[in-house]
């Protein structure tokens, strides 16, 4: 579903993501993690083709994104670590908007019980700028779904939720790739990476330090086998951060 | 599909703007703001354009001379913006969508068009276009030449994200250098030419029917002429400016940057900024290089919070220094006027403060989230009101003393008299200070958004002026002296000041923290 080969982003002289090569296939949870300035947002940023790569590769859903960006990102939704809706549409007002940009067929009966799966639905009729933060996460995340898209790049999508929703988005997220999605999900959390995420690909200083399953990160970290991943990313990012990924 | 779901969100953003604005209406403080709007609109359509006995000839100097400034100034500074400023909502839902680049740009373009009208409304009304041979010309002439500005904005956005990729760091001073020099001298002409001073719009006249002139801003000649000529000469101008528009969109719809990225990263500056004014705030330097200040001796309890004021001062004096200096000369020159009129010199000064309240960059507005902060220090009520306004009185005052100074080495105002009128201004400086405290501490609307509110505060803080005011006139016919006037009304005022510092003290002591500190 997304292919990243040899990813680079530079600003000026600084480098901010280097060489970074990883993939996800559909119905599997990555979790991207590193310490602040890693890289994470630029490597999203980049895939989410708002970012125009220094060099290296994207490919979504079959389609490089350097090629051709409007098929490319038909396939993916974004949700952005602090979502910013436009102020002056109501909450159902912005599915209808996207389900027409992204030609989503038979949105309108699909918008009830997504309202309703995000607790939505008493501010179905409010405008975006009435919403506190975390029901601006919750819209930011309903955009998403309601068209299914192939690919899901969450950006710390649970800032700002009270424990109900994080349990609720959390379930929301595994269904999705249940169904087939893949989904990329950058994070702090790492106790919610290590449950949700079928692979975990660590970014250091631009650079991937560790990339598989949690088994292999704890190798690849020298970690014991019953070694959480907060364990395995603080031996790596700390000892280890110029070797190459696992 | 996306250009339907584009169209889609215009109309909707469109409808619901309206419906929220009439809604708005129900409430007493947003049909003052309605209201005071309609009245400055009256006032402007009354006069304000340059005056009434100036040629046709000299009018036509100043609108080309305005607008081929401000076309000007239009290209460079889009130039440094280095990509078109897109809203946050924008970057969001729509960058990482499945839209086509000309309909972005299309989608970009609308909402100025609409603004453009309300634009050349406003340039009817500043440039007195119904004094002009054909009134109605003028006024498409005004919106064609908006549009052509935001293309060639748009445009020169795009030339910028070109040239930043390859050796566009070492010019960007230059052009902020050179933005800001055109701004200031636009403004410059613009005082002179509405306070009828020196003569210049017959002075701009071979300037303006200059060969390089109308060659080089024939978007704006063409504007100018289009309320002036008539026959072939109409449809040559229009032809111009309609020419101007046409290429300069077809330009940015051919040449093709980085403008995703480019647009994303001048949309995150202009936010960083606006989010800046918002709050009030100036943009300080990231970096802060100064190291830190040694807390001067003596200074304990209030002197605290002025001293934080000072400290915020220093670090934004670069961003401050040229608007400050600018006001000073402005005021000063048009102060400075022979045979001007005492109380007419004393108005102008007076006026020296507002500059500074529009964009404060420290007081109580900007003082709000940090008043729970203020709250837990052991200081009086009172010596917390006036630690937190002194420095916003202080700030305009020392502008108008350095303006009474120079009027006062220039032989246009007697000493005693100067003194006399700083001691004024203090005061009714104060005033105005501490009764923006006082809504602070109400929150009776002090965000800089609601307008409504600040009408209001503006019609108290006028109302809390008034016994200095009518002791000045008392004072007046009594003593037939204005200074002896003056100090007499500022003895008057200090009272009220002092009674409003306890109030304030009061009710900042006891308010819901809540109500400015979000």
């Keep these: 579903m997304l292919d990243v080969e040899a990813l680079t982003k530079r600003y000026g002289a600084f480098t901010a993501v280097e060489d970074l090569s990883f993939h996800i296939e559909p119905g599997e949870v990555l979790g991207l993690v590193g310490p602040n300035g890693a890289g994470k947002t630029t490597s999203i940023r980049c895939v989410a083709g708002i970012l125009k790569p220094s060099g290296g590769r994207i490919v979504l859903g079959g389609h490089d994104l350097a090629v051709d960006p409007v098929a490319a990102k038909r396939t993916l939704g974004l949700i952005p670590d602090s979502p910013h809706p436009f102020d002056m549409l109501t909450v159902t007002e912005h599915l209808r908007f996207i389900a027409m940009a992204y030609d989503v067929q038979d949105a309108e009966p699909r918008i009830g019980p997504l309202l309703e799966e995000l607790e939505l639905t008493e501010k179905q009729d409010e405008l975006a700028s009435t919403l506190s933060r975390g029901m601006r996460q919750k819209l930011a995340i309903a955009c998403a779904f309601i068209r299914d898209p192939g690919l899901l790049l969450f950006d710390e999508p649970l800032t700002g939720l009270d424990p109900k929703a994080i349990r609720r988005i959390r379930g929301s997220i595994r269904r999705r790739a249940d169904d087939g999605a893949a989904v990329m999900i950058s994070s702090h959390l790492l106790d919610l990476v290590e449950r949700l995420c079928d692979r975990v690909l660590i970014l250091h200083r631009g650079r991937a330090v560790a990339f598989g399953t949690l088994d292999e990160v704890r190798a690849g970290a020298a970690a014991s086998d019953d070694a959480s991943l907060e364990e395995a990313f603080f031996a790596i990012t700390e000892d280890g951060a110029d070797e190459p990924p696992a | 599909m996306s250009a339907r779901a584009l169209r889609y969100l215009l109309l909707t953003r469109f409808k619901n703007r309206v419906r929220a604005f009439v809604g708005g209406l ?177 002075k701009l006249m071979p300037i303006a029917e200059s060969p390089v002139v109308q060659v080089l801003f024939f978007p704006a000649t063409a504007a100018a002429d289009l309320g002036i000529v008539d026959g072939v000469d109409r449809w040559i101008a229009l032809a111009k400016l309609l020419g101007a528009a046409a290429i300069a969109f077809g330009l940015v719809m051919l040449v093709n940057v980085g403008f995703i990225e480019a647009s994303f990263h001048a949309s995150r500056k202009v936010h960083a900024k606006v989010k ?61 006027r022979e045979g001007q009129d005492d109380l007419v010199q004393l108005a102008i000064i007076y006026l020296a403060m507002f500059p500074l309240w529009l964009t404060p960059p420290i007081g109580f507005r900007i003082d709000a989230p940090y008043l729970a902060t203020y709250r837990m220090l052991p200081i009086s009520a009172v010596g917390r009101a006036a630690g937190m306004g002194l420095c916003s009185v202080l700030v305009p005052w020392l502008l108008q003393l350095l303006v009474i100074v120079a009027l006062v080495i220039g032989g246009l105002m007697s000493p005693v008299y100067g003194i006399a009128a700083l001691i004024g201004f203090f005061a009714i400086g104060a005033t105005f200070v501490l009764v923006e405290g006082l809504f602070l501490a109400t929150g009776g609307g002090i965000r800089r958004t609601d307008f409504g509110g600040n009408i209001i505060r503006m019609m108290v803080q006028t109302l809390a002026i008034m016994p200095g005011i009518l002791i000045v006139a008392a004072g007046y016919y009594a003593l037939r002296s204005m200074a002896g006037a003056i100090f007499l009304a500022a003895a008057a005022q200090g009272a009220v000041v002092w009674g409003l510092l306890y109030w304030v003290g009061a009710r900042l002591d006891s308010c819901d923290l809540r109500l400015e500190a979000e």
């Design chain 2, 26 to 202: 129900l409430r007493p403080k947003n049909i003052l703001a309605v209201l005071m709007g309609v009245g400055l609109i009256l006032l402007l359509l009354v006069d304000v354009s340059p005056g009434g006995t100036m040629t046709i000839e000299m009018r036509y100097a100043v609108i080309t001379s305005l607008f081929g400034f401000l076309l000007l100034i239009t290209i460079v500074s889009s130039l440094g913006q280095e990509g078109m400023a897109f809203s946050a909502a924008d970057l969001d839902l729509l960058f990482p969508g499945p839209f086509k680049r000309r309909h972005l740009l299309l989608y970009w373009f609308v909402p100025q068009y609409l603004m453009s009208i309300i634009m050349a409304l406003f340039w009817m009304l500043m440039f007195g276009g119904r004094r002009l041979p054909h009134p109605g010309w003028f006024l498409f002439a005004c919106f064609l030449y908006q549009v052509v500005t935001v293309h060639l904005a748009a445009f020169s956005a795009h030339l910028g994200i070109l040239l930043a990729e390859k050796f566009f760091s070492r010019l960007k001073p230059a052009i902020t250098v050179v933005t800001t020099v055109l701004l200031l001298g636009l403004l410059g002409v613009a005082v002179l030419i509405f306070s009828d001073s020196g003569g210049v719009p017959g």
């Design chain 2, 276 to 336: 800046d004014m918002k709050r009030g705030v100036l943009s300080a330097k990231k970096r802060h290089k100064g190291g830190s200040a040694r807390a001067p001796r003596g200074w304990r309890g209030p002197w605290a919070i002025l001293w934080r004021d000072v400290l915020t001062l220093r670090r934004q004096l670069r961003t401050l220094i040229g608007g400050l200096l600018m006001i000073v000369i402005l005021i000063a020159i048009a102060a400075g």
